[in-house]
């Protein structure tokens, strides 16, 4: 008869009993009363059970553990290094399974915690220019943004035009959901209504334009208060003072006659798909061949065509104009829209734009050519 005494299933037992005088007390009990062959059969065969169903649980763990490592270090990569991932990324799209949240220690909570906009992120201390991962209203995915952290730091890119390469004549739909490529530091991009609106609707807000002719002169406008209305009032326009050196063209102008039908305060979006202008007899963003705030027509048209030589003809004044510092028949080879909360605020001129925009030049070094969108 096999005794308990010398078999494996007291490693089981003891394991159950850890402390020294637990195991005497179970030995002495057990040496005492032989336990039937049989008996000890079938509690090997529960303890290699119980080893193997222990050992597939912890291997499953390792490997979730493994999965979650993986998920983390890439977020962290994405983060760390602004490096661009598509939508259609799945592990960047908020799907991660339940199980995975149900793995993570309660105390640990969301591991990632994006920014509310660039000027958290400039606050987090990432003073780094580039995109990052912004999400301004905690009940909506995050997106990405180039964060401008030259120029005093904490500017969130919504608008860009650098190369002419982006179609700018788009759709309500686009519009409102953005456009364009989030990659490189001069790629053009509309960050998209719904995410400005959420960005300026968490505060007052200051905006600044920087703007560069062909012949890589600079020029800014700060406008304080600017402000939108949500996709109900179609993303009406409000901006406050304006201060800077290239002319207060949002108001239209300083002829009072041209600000009546120029100026852009308190004017809804435009797209050539929904026309919300004050020019009745046609649509302004068809004519001008991009969706902005349109009057009857636009004395700022930074969605426009973008031409390639600054002066230019047509039948409309549909280049990237803004008309207080070139006319309207000049089209500006550089523009970016950004927004940082008013406590950012210094009226420095944007000199980071002389050194992340090509040269004219080197466009031509290039084999640029003038892309028409119409
Ligand atoms: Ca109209």
């Not at 007291?10 to 039937?36: D, G, H, T, Y």
Request: proline fraction near 2%; aromatic fraction near 14%; include cysteine.
């Amino acid at each position: 008869m096999s005794s308990i005494c010398s078999d494996v299933p007291l490693r089981s037992i003891f394991l159950k009993f850890p402390l020294a005088w637990e195991k005497k007390l179970i030995m002495k009990q057990a040496c005492k009363n032989p336990v039937p062959a049989d008996w000890v059969f079938h509690m090997q065969m529960l303890d290699k059970d119980a080893c193997l169903l222990d050992n597939n649980k912890l291997r499953q763990r390792l490997n979730q553990l493994q999965d979650l490592l993986y998920l983390y270090e890439l977020q962290l990569k994405d983060i760390l290094e602004n490096t661009y991932h598509r939508t259609n990324s799945r592990l960047f799209s908020g799907n991660r399974s339940t199980q995975h949240e149900m793995l993570l220690p309660t105390t640990s909570g969301n591991l990632i915690v994006y920014d509310q906009d660039c000027s958290a992120v400039y606050n987090q201390k990432k003073t780094k220019s580039g995109y990052y991962r912004i999400r301004p209203r905690a009940d909506r995915e995050p997106f990405l943004a180039y964060c401008d952290m030259s120029d005093g730091g904490g500017w969130t890119v919504i608008q860009r035009r650098s190369n002419g390469r982006e179609n700018f004549n788009r759709t309500w739909d686009d519009y409102k959901l953005g456009f364009g490529r989030f990659q490189g530091k001069n790629d053009e991009y509309w960050l998209g209504n719904d995410h400005i609106y959420d960005l300026l609707s968490r505060g007052e807000r200051s905006l600044k334009i920087d703007l560069m002719d062909w012949h890589g002169e600079t020029r800014y406008a700060v406008y304080e208060n600017f402000q939108l209305a949500n996709e109900q009032d179609n993303y009406r326009l409000w901006f406050g003072t304006y201060s800077g050196n290239a002319g207060d063209a949002l108001s239209g102008g300083s002829n009072f006659e041209h600000q009546w039908s120029a100026s852009h305060r308190g004017m809804q979006f435009t797209t050539f798909d929904k026309d919300h202008d004050r020019f009745l007899a046609g649509n302004c963003a068809s004519e001008n061949k991009g969706g902005w705030w349109f009057n009857r027509c636009h004395a700022v048209n930074l969605n426009g065509r973008y031409y390639r030589r600054g002066r230019y003809k047509g039948s409309h004044d549909d280049g990237m104009v803004w008309s207080t510092w070139h006319g309207m028949w000049y089209s500006l080879k550089y523009s970016a829209m950004k927004i940082r909360a008013p406590f950012f605020i210094d009226s420095e001129s944007g000199d980071a734009i002389s050194t992340s925009v090509m040269r004219t030049s080197e466009y031509k070094e290039q084999g640029n050519e003038e892309l028409d969108f119409t």
